[in-house]
């Protein structure tokens, strides 16, 4: 079974904090329609920080949904709280209508643009094996080389173009990983899937453009799972 631990989408752009931090969280919190219920946080961060920091944070009660505001980029979290959240299918329906209100509250109110984006997949899956021999058999040409090992790592980097377009990369990591109250149970694979624009290319993405962007790349996660492993249930 393959379940959806995380999904991120990072938005950046030039300067998306204004002076006045309580007036731009209200806004915030009122352009979502009150999704980000649980209590704001503005934290004390010198103006002279690295402008990566985040500032600002806002995100549900349950932390379904989790909003970090920087100087430079806006990310925004989601976590699934149910099965059906976990799928990836469904995360469309859950998670980007409440960024496209967002991006809408950031052009509309601040005129901020949007020059990169990043997206990433964070998946578990339950594996009928070890996740370390499920590894080296799959992806090594000799496994007895690496045998009897507790974690093991892959990550593999490709490029790829966005809507036939955007140039991308994207960051496949496959990890080993085990069961926190028995250690012997190593039968979970984690795989992280990160499709980020490339930081020395700016692009002006705007809210049609971004909601194909990110289908798009929903998109060739699905595939890229389907690829690695059709064998796993559920896929």
Excluded at 15 to 27: H, Q, R, T
Excluded at 178 to 194: E, G, P, T, W, Y
Excluded at 213 to 232: C, G, P, R, T, W
Aim: one cysteine or more; glycine letters at 2%.
């Amino acid at each position: 079974m393959i379940r959806l631990r995380s999904f991120q989408v990072a938005l950046f752009s030039n300067l998306i904090i204004p002076d006045n931090k309580l007036e731009f969280v209200s806004k915030l919190i009122s352009t979502s329609n009150n999704i980000f219920n649980g209590d704001p946080v503005i934290l004390p961060i010198p103006n002279d920080a690295p402008p990566e920091i985040p500032r600002i944070i806002v995100k549900s009660k349950d932390e379904r949904l989790v909003c970090n505001v920087s100087m430079n980029r806006l990310d925004l979290f989601f976590n699934p709280k149910s099965e059906t959240d976990a799928l990836l299918d469904n995360i469309h329906d859950n998670f980007f209508g409440q960024i496209i209100k967002i991006i809408n509250f950031l052009n509309e109110i601040y005129h901020i643009k949007i020059f990169r984006v990043g997206i990433v997949a964070n998946l578990i899956l339950n594996l009928k094996e070890s996740s370390n021999i499920f590894i080296a058999r799959k992806y090594l040409k000799d496994s007895n080389l690496i045998s009897d090992t507790f974690e093991l790592q892959l990550h593999a980097l490709n490029k790829i173009t966005l809507l036939n377009k955007y140039k991308a990369n994207r960051w496949l990591r496959i990890m080993t990983s085990r069961d926190i109250q028995n250690q012997n149970n190593d039968k979970f694979l984690l795989v992280s899937i990160d499709i980020n624009t490339l930081p020395d290319v700016s692009y002006d993405f705007d809210r049609e453009l971004l909601t194909l962007v990110f289908k798009n790349a929903v998109e060739d996660m699905q595939k890229l799972i389907k690829i690695h492993y059709s064998e796993v249930d559920n896929v």
